[in-house]
Nanobody
Framework: QVQVVESGGGLVQPGGSLRLSCAASGSVFRIYLVGWYRQAPGKPRELVAAVPRGGRTIYAHSVKGRFTISRDNAKNIMYLQMNNLQPEDTAVYYC????????????WGKGALVTVSS
């Protein structure tokens, strides 16, 4: 059984910072943490940042220069450092991972709510 859990969300004022974490549990040896997505109310889920296997880091245009994705491979944890947060960054942030032993199998966490408001 694989679980992916996000943490670190919360309420922050415009211009503030937060760091999200994503940790996998269960059969972590076959899990690759790919990236972060977000979904704002009434909008579709969108890619925020990702590090595809064998590929280059990808950032959404709206977060470039403000957000940084990183990973601790030893602990199988992925982070999203978010700086200079703006109200339009308000969303539920989801961690996406893929199963290395099952082509096409993905796992999603339940999400972490980030609210940017004064």
């Amino acid at each position: 059984q694989v679980q992916v859990v996000e943490s670190g969300g919360g309420l922050v004022q415009p211009g503030g910072s937060l760091r999200l974490s994503c940790a996998a549990s269960g059969s972590v040896f076959r899990i690759y943490l790919v990236g972060w997505y977000r979904q704002a109310p009434g909008k579709p889920r969108e890619l925020v940042a990702a590090v595809p296997r064998g590929g280059r880091t990808i950032y959404a245009h709206s977060v470039k220069g403000r957000f940084t994705i990183s990973r601790d491979n030893a602990k199988n944890i992925m982070y999203l450092q978010m700086n200079n947060l703006q109200p339009e960054d308000t969303a539920v942030y989801y961690c996406n991972s893929e199963d290395l032993s099952k082509a096409g199998m993905e796992y999603w966490g339940k999400g972490a709510l980030v609210t940017v408001s004064s």
